[in-house]
């Protein structure tokens, strides 16, 4: 899942959201260490499909507050989950030099993490280092536009060749063709027939969820190609690498361990080897490539509220490579292309003039883009969802705060009035649709957690949290508008 950086503005609301909690009007958000554990010690079953083995992970929590300007998360003790506060000055980028806003308020970031015992899952975990990619097969690189420009050549082609033909032989031609008009149709059936039998005889199941889909290639296709783009992203990103030092750091792997180990059950997650990079970037952004490359931005540490809904975005990312959404679909992509050459190559053969045959090649892509390509990201970014609310819930974290961020991110767009495409214009569904789906999803979720002996909930729900801080933060912004409105009305009556 690939999110679309925010700017600046919208930050400072997401920062505003969050100092709502620290008020004495409003409950602490998301109380996982206190409300969910009281410091005590709780044993956590982890959930085996075939129940015929459990394994029991033991693991110690506490708070700490940390009043520091930084966003310190070193703990000292192991086994320890702690609860890190920092306040935040706030002010509009936008505006540079206008008066700080809510200057009074400070902001609570909660960042929760467990250090888990006995538990040896750094095998499945590695950090590697940037290393040279295999070669790339050329024809692979090629193939895709080499075909695109055959079929544009043989279109353009018959149309030379039609053109260049007297008139008799053109009636001749069109005479012939009406004479064999069945013999036309059987031979575009048995393209058709043929085109079918190949998406048929490629199909698959999707791991885990079941539903069938095609599948060309697989991960063995993407191994070079992936190694390639993992080089150039850790190229692209070397000077802002976070080193494994860095507290920051530490917490997104101690997270992202605690997922794949409490989901080693299924064979997808326990047979991949893992790869974590933090960057130094503000973009609220994570991705994961096919051979289980994870990349993850400082700016989505920024906007998570606490550990749970960094939970559910890594979960979300790791359900992309469990399901193998790459592969699926570069196959989609593939077998449109092959359909494609026969529609590039009667475009080409049949517009009069080459200007006319650019323009319905181009609506051709659009109508593809829009019919096929982005429909089908949006489903695949809603079963990833799915998916990875399951992995959420079978690591013990509160589901519920699933919906919320992509709620947060809903009032963050709409209160810095970011310009909104509608949803069938975007390979990804909108937040408040992703909400909504997250929000049906999490009773089945639920059940999953409590199948996997988890410890209790907080009794405060962070969605009942997240409405009363939703009208604070309105209210308040409503408040520091009135002043200015009536001193502007009054400006007005004075020079009048």
């Known amino acids: 899942m690939e999110m679309a950086a925010l700017s600046g503005s919208r930050n400072s609301v997401l920062i505003r959201l969050t100092s709502l909690a620290s008020r004495g009007e409003c409950f602490s958000p998301y109380a996982f260490s206190c409300g969910f554990t009281n410091g005590q010690q709780h044993q956590v079953t982890k959930w085996n499909k075939s129940n015929s083995t459990r394994s029991y992970v033991t693991a110690s929590l506490s708070s700490h507050i940390n009043e520091s300007q930084g966003w310190l998360l070193n703990p000292r003790n192991a086994d320890i989950c702690r609860v890190m506060h920092r306040p935040y000055t706030l002010f509009h980028p936008r505006a540079e030099g206008k008066e700080l806003l809510f200057r009074t308020l400070s902001s609570q970031k909660l960042q929760n993490f467990c250090e888990i015992e006995n538990v040896q899952m750094f095998r499945l975990f590695h950090v590697s280092s940037a290393q040279k990619a295999a070669p790339l097969s050329i024809f692979f690189i090629i193939l895709k536009p080499a075909q695109k420009l055959l079929a544009i050549i043989l279109g353009r082609s018959i149309r030379k060749w039609w053109r260049a033909l007297p008139p008799n032989k053109k009636e001749l031609l069109k005479e012939a063709a009406r004479r064999n008009t069945w013999k036309i149709v059987f031979i575009l059936c048995s393209v058709g027939i043929i085109f079918i039998m190949f998406y048929c005889t490629n199909l698959d199941d999707t791991p885990i969820t ?287």
């Open 210 to 496: 079941g539903r069938a889909r095609l599948l060309v290639f697989g991960k063995e296709h993407f191994a070079q190609l992936s190694q390639m783009e993992y080089n150039m992203w850790v190229e692209e990103f070397k000077n802002k690498m976070l080193p494994e030092t860095d507290p920051r750091y530490q917490v997104v792997k101690k997270v992202f361990v605690h997922l794949v180990e409490s989901n080693k059950d299924i064979p997808q997650v326990s047979e991949c080897r893992w790869t974590l990079h933090v960057v130094e970037d503000p973009g609220i952004n994570a991705f994961m490539l096919p051979t289980g490359h994870m990349f993850v931005f400082t700016g989505m540490l920024a906007a998570v509220l606490d550990i749970n809904q960094l939970s559910f975005i890594l979960g979300h990312e790791i359900a992309h490579a469990v399901l193998e959404h790459a592969a699926e679909k570069a196959s989609l992509e593939h077998f449109l292309d092959l359909l494609s050459l026969i529609l590039l190559t009667v475009i080409w053969a049949v517009c009069p003039q080459d200007s006319l045959a650019v323009i319905g090649q181009w609506i051709h892509g659009r109508f593809r883009e829009l019919l096929f390509h982005r429909p089908y990201s949006r489903t695949l970014e809603a079963e990833a969802d799915k998916v990875g609310l399951h992995f959420t819930a079978k690591a013990c974290m509160d589901v519920r705060a699933s919906s919320v961020f992509w709620q947060l991110m809903e009032l963050a767009d709409t209160i810095t009035e970011q310009p909104k495409l509608p949803e069938w214009l975007s390979t990804h569904p909108s937040h408040e649709n992703r909400a909504e789906h997250l929000e049906r999803l999490i009773p089945e979720a639920l059940q999953i957690r409590d199948q996997c002996n988890c410890p209790s909930l907080p009794s405060q729900d962070p969605r009942l949290i997240f409405r009363l801080s939703k009208q604070q933060f309105l209210q308040a912004s409503r408040d520091k508008e009135a002043p200015n409105i009536t001193h502007h009305g009054l400006d007005k009556t004075k020079a009048s």
